[in-house]
Structures are given as structure tokens and as C-alpha cells.
């Protein structure tokens, strides 16, 4: 039962963008002619036995790299099989050379480990080396072989666990000291009870006038609890500080909350992802040319290129691994929102971004730079207004303005998005 | 200057110098001041508020988190934001209607008409609309029930199973009840039911049957069933009882289409249909009338008996014997039917099987088989089996039923003998029920085996002979409720259970062979999926050989019917229907067209005998009705055009147990039914009705009955008139100016203001009064589209209900103009007129000028804009409109408990789902209004820039455009000569060379604006109501 075929929606959808960026293909490109690169560079080597010299294997690591990380480690498994002790477990070192020089021929052979590994693996086929000289695969074998035999050290990507450790640690100390700090304040509220009684003890035994036995007999009212000074100051700072809170948090409703940075459950960089890659925003924001929201990437968007990149530049495999494990368990993860309009202001990205022509650093900032997003513009009204005031119409080449540009072609200055309505209360409050 | 000695003193306390005020002299106060009472100074205070704000600073660093949780797994064709349409079904019991679901992430939130149904052409009514806010319904069942207690799915079948098995083999009676049955499927499914356990019978009925009709039909035709009706085709229409307009066979979509088609006039095409109604309650259909005679009950009969013979006569057929009925203008009807012949066509809602065969002979007379009547395209919206219904309750009753099982029908409420099933219920050994709450039926039964709602589930429908139609689900089911299908397929033992696969399967055999343009059945199935419709190729309307026996009728109808001093007649109610989706609020809160009462039940009764109760109080007066020996109280509401000596009580109310909304309002009505001739029979002679003291305010939304003479708000002309002289009878106001003190200067020529430029769009409405039937679809679909907040009986009382869009209907008046307390009282039979009043987005809007922070404001298209989030609640601006359509917040209705009975939709977790994500809801203390459906201007408007193109005439409708079926409302750019509603208007800018000026006139003959006089300029036109009337009798 596939879904697709139960639900036939209605729309008629608009021409996608074609959602690969240039600067993505460029990259592909590089990539690939790195693979001819070290396609060409290769070593003499005619035995069937697995080198063992230091350069074979410095040599192995290198076409590694270059051509199989993609798809395979040594010892984990990715889109392949972990590779450790494949010398072993295939049926023979041609088998392994054929396998590598043209996969799909020898599943078609019939050949029962082939055919077998094939199906475990989802169909997928990998991809025919036919560059890769025999040499080259056994200097491969010989890194796969050294990098098997070594003793597990621990992993290089640590930080990020460990800091969560620490955070984990530190929030429990925090508590153990709230508990003491209470258990505290008890004991002294306790003692201070005590040395009250004590006090009152000592003064009865004292000869004292009737007025100041008094002061010191007067039973504790309501009304002196409520007219004393201390009741006074606690009612005063509790209104204080829940008035303030509450101004706060409207504050936050509404999205005046400029540089609000919060720590979401995945340490995302766009610095890495839109600033260093140069992915272009659109490829995972995929609702911002079409409707209101811009969208943030649902899980299966982060798989296309997690599916194969296990390692992060900064975190290694911690923070991957919670996209992964998101993915596997069909558990959405619950980014925290930054960017709150009220619900009574009504703002459509497409309008914006595939209409208007605006970039998205107008009002995001300079995202490519952050490893932590952070709200850049003020998103009040005012700033909304502001900028509807100073942007020029980019209507030339759209039917729809055209009429509107002709009508106002009077003036010499360039029409403002203020000029077609851009001020009236409905085009954001419905 | 001699040193005075003399001494002063302050006061006797200095004089006397006492220990006391030595003491205090030096202090200004005598007493000290409260602060240093207190022993703490301001500074301290200070100090704390600096001390508590720090801390707060710090404490609030951490931010109210709110979260933004995307897909795992994105859906291909769904985009955040961006509503879907799933071409779907509505269906319920017999009701039937070609949908569109628009739904927003995955959730539905409003219902359209699919445009490409032969059956509904993409109308909707009120039903349809308000059916999205019954699938969140806090009242249904969460999941499957034995007795009272929660069973899994599994446990229930091995249960019922085994039972069903233990009955079966037994040779023990098993009977399915349901109400009429649309889907080929279903049936199918349970055929295979049937296979499993032979002693199954299906037993059909219906709220409001048509038993006697198809019993007529077999006796003229041979078999029963109903036939097509296409009042398109008829220039003169005689009704008799029949509320076709209304819910008469369950077809108001259609019959409400086609009768607009033949209303329409035009400068250029300057005739329309005759419509004569013979009635006994006003009903809707009565409304639209041109002439409308009250006749009793009990004389419906009588009456086409009388027209039959009127038309035997001139057709030199044998006449046949009838009691002597004098209804005031039948011989005319009949006159102009017979001129008519061919295309005329007579209609009658008796469900007495004599009246029918006498109608059918008429229409036969009249040629109307063949044109009017496509007897080759019969409809399955009645199939209701009245007989076979009243044997199931008698066979239960007497314990020879082994097991029943109700699919989706409440025969408890709303079948006659609903009190006696309950009893026999307890008799049957395996009660089953597939109704989604816990109704009255279902509270009985052993197990509950909740059905999904039609928006959760695969179906499909065959509403007439060869229209076939798809439902499919546009949400996952909400609850751990199933397929109805799906539970009969498993207790009938079959191994693939899933209803989807079935009906895909059974369109496969059935369809795909009937078409070759694909080869494929999968694109076979999407297309039809896709259209939501198939259609196969349907006979055209042949003429038919009618062999009734009139006599044998006739005979009947003068033994059968007898006038009593009081007779009843029971209806289906303008709103809340037949009861089924009474706990939907949206529709308890829709006015009834005519009585205009929300929220409550009631007795209709014509003002002569009203006694004791004062028109002019807000009060009325419980009555008591005691029909055939069963007493119920209601309220009496007075009803102009109500025949005297006669009272009516809308069905639908009365509801035990349908849920928070709707139950204990009102008095079942059901019960009153009894049988007539073989037939379930809606009116009664056997009646004794008494008005007591005891007093009641009914909640309406409009108790003011005329327009009082105000020719400025209603036009109106006889067609005769109209035909010599398109400009007859307009109001066509003039005013004086300084310049002209001769009173001759067109109010629009005349502004404080300087005319100015709506350079892009200038919407404009036009509503054509003589297509608006007055249903209130509209309103609903208004309701649903703008998250308007429902508010209940008591805020309505206080006139305060929040409805954007109003129907005024208004009575005409016997009295003379001068005769001003006389105005205000309706006719004994008075001409109705419906319209639709909704903000007329004046071009001067008086509201605009009055608001002291310009919350409300005029945008560049012409656009009256209201900014809730500016409004501080004046009220100032509803107190310049002179249409009385802005309405006030007058308590936060969302997120409040003492709402949550009457507005779910704002209550609920399950409720707000329904809301539309588009518009603000709005909080207390502010106005609001309509808004020409702002954001659906906004969107069209985007996806034409997005697609750089001008919006396109039609592209931008409005909910209350998109759900009148009868096409009355007409909205669109006034500023694009091309468009539709410029060429129905024929807009003209005032200034000639100024396209696009603000100041535009329309020369269509027929268009006005209301209260045009005061200088206003409305956006919105009204086209004046033609009535089809003689010169003479007008």
C-alpha cells in the first residue's frame, strides 16, 4: 500500500526551482576530478598478496579517501559493508578486483556471494572503478587491513558528548546545591525559631513592665503579619519580578527579541552548512519561494547528505547521530523557534523572497557566518514599515506591476513598496 | 513703636505647656507618618524593586521556548502553509454532495463544491458546510465499546463473530438497519455480509421518508423509484407542500440550481419562471413564491385533486370525484400551467402514495414527463422503506430478531416508533451500532463499533442512475474508529478487510471497461480520484406511459384526510435539518431563513391565533400541542403566512444524547409522526394545541418583520412592469444642494471628498435578490472561512451574535405607507423578501472617519480594513454604520470555559483544529467585520505575481461567492472592464477618462445600493427583486 497512490491532491503545483545550487555542482565537479587525479597516480604492484610497507599503505589511505569513504568505513557500516577483514571474507583477492573494477558485471554472472551481498544491501550497486588499477586496490586492501588491526583508541570526536556529560553533571550538581541551600534555610529558620523562645524565656525571667511584656507576648495576627515589614517587601518583589517576567515573556510572544540565540537540540551550523559548503538556502528551506513558511528542512531532507556523511567538522558523530537516530525511530526533532511574529501579523516568505526578490540576509543577517542562528532584525512593526518605505518596487518584467509602474511613471523617483499598498493595515493583519 | 507685652499662644496645649506637648513641639506632624509607621522607607522600597527586576533580568534570560517541528518524512505534494484540495464526498444518510476538502497540514478546514459533479455542480448548503466542524466533534467515540466499557478491535470481532455464527446457525433473524444507502460499494459490501449470514435483511429508512412517492411511481410506472426533476426546464412551477428549495427529497443543491437558472433576468432577457406555492407553513420555497396561497394541511390532498381536474377538464380527460377544496388562485395556476404544457412541471411533498399518484397523473397531463421529469435518471437519495421498517420494530418488539446492527442511523430519535425499538432493543440478543458517538441508538446497543467520519474514509456513491462519485479521507483518523465496511467485511469472515482495496477493486470491474482514454487502470483511478466524479453515459428524458388508477387515489385522499379545529404539520427545520448533525453548533447558530430563530425550538403559529401574546414584547408563550394523544410544550413562535387554525414543528430538535451543543433543546418531533395510508405522514388533524402562561424568550437574529416602507433598502417590481419598462418602480434617490434646491442632484455627485484612484483592483459584490433563495449557506461558509466565534443563546438574545454576514428577510405589510405602527406588522400572507447583508465596503465609509486610532482605514482597492490588533474598542465606528454590520467582541470567546458549550472551535483541543491558520482569531474588546475575504484576495493575488500575470476574473472568490449554489453573489475587480461582475453591473467610472477612479456607477437597470442617499458609495450593488406577478394583482 503505498500512500502516494491513495492521496491525489488537488493543486496544481508550480514549476519547482531546480533546487541544486551551482556552487553544489562545482563542487561535485571537484570531486570527481579528484578521483582522476588519483586514478592516474598509482603503484607497481602485480602480487595478489596484501602489502604490508608503510608507503603502500600511506598510498591506500589516500585513494581511500578519495574514492570509498563515500560509501564504505573500515570498521562501521554505511551505504556498504564495513570493510574491515573483507580480505578474509570475500572468495578470493580477484573476486575483490573484479568486484571493485565492475560490480553489476559480476552480480550478473550469478555469482552467490555477489548476488547475496547485492540483496543485503538494498540493491544498491556500487560503482564500477574500472580506473583503479589492481596495485591500487591492494594498496586499499593494505590501509583497510592496518586500519582493522589497530587498537581501538578513543574516538577523536569526544567534545560534544562530553560537554553534554557536563552539562548533564552540572544541572544535577545545581539541584544537589538547591536541595542544601533549603535544607539550609530551614535549619537557620529552625535555629532562629529556638533562639526566639530562648529569648522570651530569659526576658520573663526578668522583672519587665506590663507595656514592654507586652511587645513581647503579642500574639502573631494576620494583620501583623501582613503590616510587617518583611511580608511587605516579599509581596512587593514577588509583583516586581512576576510583572517583569510577564513583560518579558510578551516581549518574547511578539518577537522583540533581537540576538535571542537559544541552544537547539541539534548544535546545526549554517556557518558549515550555507557559509563554508555554500549550500544554497532554498535546497533546504523549500517552502520560501512557494508559501508563508520558509519551512525548516524536515528530517528526510538532512538524510540526503547524512546518508553518507557520518563525521562532523566540529562535533564528529554526535550531533549526526541525533539526525540518524531521529530519522530511524520517525521521531521529528523539535528545533526551538526563533523567529516569532505575533499571530495577528500575517508575513508570507514567497511574497518576499520569490516576488520581492529580497535576499535572505535583509532579514536574517549574515546566517552564512553563525553557528548559532540568532534573531538579526528587530521584527517589530516599525521595522517593517521602515523597510516598505525605502525598497523600490522590483516589478519590471511582471505583468501584474506593470500596469502599476505605468500609473505611476509621473513621477521620476522609483515606485516604493509603500506606494502599492505596502502600508495598509490588511496586507498583514487579517 | 512701643514693644507689645502682649503673649500669643498656638492653642491651649502651648498656654498650658505640657509635658505632652513639649514633646512633640519640635516635630511638624503630630502624628508620625504612615511611612515611618512601618518602619521602612521609599528607599528601601526601591531597593527591593531594583533588587526583584535584577533578578527577574537574570531569571528571564531564559525565553518562553517555542518549538518548530518539521516533517521526518515531508509528504511529496504537501507544503507547510499551503492548503490541498481533495475532491471528495459528502455523504450522510441520503444527503449527498460532490466536495472539495481544503486542508492545511494534513488537517481539513473548510468545504467547497465540486465544480465538476453533474449532480451538485459545485454547490454546497449549510449542511455541507458546517460538516467539517462535525468531524472534530468532541462527543464521538474514541474508540470501539462493549456496553459501557472500552474492548480492543480484535476482541470485539471474535465477540461479535462468534455471536453472529451462534444466531446464524440457529436460523435466527439478522437485520442491518440503516437510513438510505448512496454507496454501490457498501451495498456490495454487504451482499458479502449477507452471503456469510443468509437470514441478514437490509431495512432502509429515512428521517423524512418518500415512501409513498416511490409506492406511487410503482403504481404508474411499474417500478419504484424517483425520477430526475429539473425545474430548469419548467416555466411555470406549482408546489404543493413540497419545500424543494428547502430539503424536499434531499436534493436542495440541485433543485435550488435550477430554479435560480429560470429567475434570472436581465435588460436583455426579460422573462423568468412562474412560481405558484401551496402551502401550510411558510417554508423557504413559499418565500421565493410569486403567488402563494395558504391552504391546511389536511387540504393538500384536495388540492391536487381540485388542479387535477381543473386539467382533466381542459384536456378532456375523465375528471375525478373530490371534496371541495377552494384555494385562492388554482384556477390561475392551472390556466397557465396548461399554457405552459411541455414546460411546466408540479410537485407535491405529500408522502401519501394517493397524492403522489394524482401529481403524477397531473404532470402526465402537462407533459412534463420527457422535459421536466427524466424518469430514465432515477435518484437513490429516498430509499427508505416505510413498511419494511414498521415490520423490523414489530418483529423486534415481539423478540423475533437474533441479532440487528444500526449503520450509522439513530432509528431511537428519529424513527416514530423510536420509543418502542428502545424497548425492543433489549430483546435482540446481539445489538451492534457503527454510529460514531453515543446516540441515542447507540447508548442500547451491546457493542459499539464506531464508524470513521466521511472526511476520514474511502467511499464511494451513486447519488443518481450512472453518476458515480469517490469520497476519499483527507485526514488520518482522528480516533481508533474504523471503516463501517471494513467491520462488516471482517464479521463476515472475508480475508482482505481493507474497504480501499474493495471499492478500488470495484471500480476497476465496473468502470474501467466503460472508457477508453486510458489504458492503465491506475491513471484510470487517479483521474477519477483527482475529478472526485465518473460519469457514465445517461438515456435522455423519454416520455412514459402513466397507468394510475386517479379514481382509486382520489377516493382515498377524501377518505383519508379530515380537518380538525387544529391541525399540525411536522418539517424539517431550516437549520439543524433532521437532527443528524444537530450538535454542530455552526448550524443551532444559523438563523432559520424564516423564523430566524438560533438556538431554540418552537411551534410555528399564524398571528390570529396567537392569543394573549403581545407582538410587541420580546417575550412569547409555551404552548402545549397534544397530536394523536401525545402531549409536548413549546414555545409558540408567530409566524406570518402560517395558515390559521394550523401550527408546525420543525423536526431535528430534541436530541438525549447527541452531545454538549445540542442536547435538551427542545422537544423530539419524531414522535409525533404517524402512518398515513401505508406511509409515514408529516401532518395531523387529531391535534389540540392550548397557549398557556408560562413565558419564554425565544433568541433571534432578527425580530423587526418589514423593511417598514424603506424603498432604499429593498426594490422591487413585477415582471410585468419590468418587461415594459426596466427602470420601473427604481428608487431613484435625488437630494437638494445649494447650487440645486430643486432636489434633483444624484447623491453620488456629491462628496466632501475628492474622488481618488484605486490604481491595481477595485473589488465590488453584486448580490442578485431575485437568485437569493435565503438557505444561509453563506453564512456558515463565512463562519468557517474567518474563524467567526459562535456565542450562544443567551449573547444572541442580547443581540450580540458575531455573524459577518446576515440574511434580513423581511415580510411586505398590509398597512398604508403613513400608517407607521401598521408597517411594522407583516401581512397575514405576506411576500417575502431575503438580503444578504454583509459590510458594503463604502467608498465614504462613516466608520472610517469616526475611529479615534485608525484601526478601521480604506486600502488602495477599495477595501474597508479592520486592524484588530488597533482596535481599542470604541464601538464608535458600529455606531456610524447605518447597515448595523460590524460586530463587537464582547467577550473573549476563544480559550474560555463558559464558551466551550457553544463554540468548540475555540475551545477544544479537537475543535480548534477546524480553525482557518489565515485569519487572526480575535480576542475580546475588539470590532470585527467582514473583510471581502481579504486572504483569499491576498492569495490570489500572490500566486499571480509569483506566476507574473494580472489575477484572472474568477480566481478570486469569496467563501460566501463559493458556497451559493444559486450563483446570487458575484465578486470581482470593477476596475478590469472584462470581468464578470463589471459586465453584470455594467460598472461605469464616473469620470470617463479616469478608469480606475473610486467613483463608479452601475447601468445595469436593475442594480442599486442600499441607502444610496446618504453619499456612502457602497462596493457592494443588490440587483432588484422581479417577482413574476400580473400588473393587476401587484
Redesign the interface.
Known sequence: MTSDSRFVPLVLKTDTEPLMNKNLIASACKFISLVFVFAFISFASHAQEIPTEPTAIQAGETLFNANCKACHAVKRKLVGPALAGVESRAPSMQWIIDFVHNSARVIASGDEYAVKLYNEYNKTQMTAFTSLKDEDIMNILAYVKAEAEKVEAPPPGQGTPTTAQTDAVSSQYLNVILVGLVVILLLLLIILGLLVSALKRFLDQKELSEEEKEIIHSPITVASVTRSPGFIFLVVFLVAALGFKAVINSLFSIGVQQGYAPKQPIAFSHKIHAGQYEIDCKYCHVGVTKGKNATIPSVNICMNCHNQIKQGTLTGEGEISKIVSAFENNRPIEWVRIHNLPDLAYFNHAQHVNVGGVECQTCHGPIETMDVVQQHALLTMGWCIDCHRKTDVKGSGNPYYEKLIEFHKKGKVPLKVEEIGGLECSKCHY | MEESKKVYWKGIEQLANSQEFVKHAPHEFAQPGPEED???SRR??LK??G???S???L??CE?????????????????????????STYINGGEYCSI?VKTREGRPIKIEGNALSKVTNGGTNAQVEASVLSLYDNARLRGPKSGTKRIEWADMDSQITAKLNEVSGAGGQIRIVSNTILSPSTLAVLERFRAKYPTTQIVQYDQVSAYGMLKANEESFGSAFIPSYDFSKANVIVGIGADFLGNWLSSSIEFTQQYAKTREVSEEKRDMSRHYQFETVLSITGANADYRTQIKASQEGAVVAALYNLLAGKAGRPTVASGDAKANLLSKAADDLWNSRGKALVVAGSNDKAVQLLVNAINDILGSYGSTINTSLPVNYKKGDDQAMATFVSDAEAGRIGAVIFYNCNPVYDYPAGEKLAAAIKKIGLSVCTNSKEDETATLVNYKAPDHHFLESWNDAEPKRNHFSLS??SITPIFKSRSAQESFLTWAGESNT?Y?EFVKNSWRTRFFGTQTLFADF?NF??KC??DGVYDLPVAAAAPVTFNGDVNGAAGSIASTYKSGQWEVVIYESGNVGNGSQANNPLLQELPDPITKVVWDHYVTVAPKDANGINFSESFTKFATIKVNGKTVKLPVMVQPGQTPGTIGIPLGYGRTKAGKVADNIGVNAYPLVSIVNGSLGYSSSNVEFAITDERFQLAQTQTHNTFMGRQTVIQEVDLGSFKKDVTAGTFDPKISTWLDPEHKTDPELVSIWKGHDY??HHWGMSIDLNTCIGCGSCIVACNVENNVALVGREEVIARREMHWLRIDRYYSSDAKADDWRGVEEASENPEVVFQPMLCQHCNNAPCETVCPVA?T?H???G?N??????CIGTRYCANNCPYKVRRFNWFKYHDNSQFEQVNPAMNTDIGKMVLNP????RSRGVMEKC?FC??RI?LS???????????KDGEVVTACQAACATGAIVFGDMNDPESKISKLLKIRPLIKDRP?INDKDADNPRAYQVLEEIGIKPNIWYLRKVRNKDIASA
Open positions: 512601618l518602619g521602612h528601601d522600597f527591593m524593586m533588587f526583584g527586576v533578578a527577574v533580568a531569571a528571564a525565553a518562553p521556548v517555542r518549538k518548530a517541528i518539521p516533517y521526518v518524512n515531508k509528504p511529496m505534494d504537501t507544503e507547510a502553509s499551503i492548503a490541498d484540495y481533495f475532491a472539495l476519499q479521507p481493507d480501499f491506475q483511478w487517479d480520484l483527482y490604481p491595481n484601526a482605514t486600502s488602495t482597492e477595501l480594513q479592520m486592524t484588530y490588533n488597533r489565515d485569519v487572526t482569531v473583510t481579504v486572504q491576498q493575488k500572490l500566486n499571480a505575481r509569483k506566476e507574473k500575470r494580472r489575477v480606475t
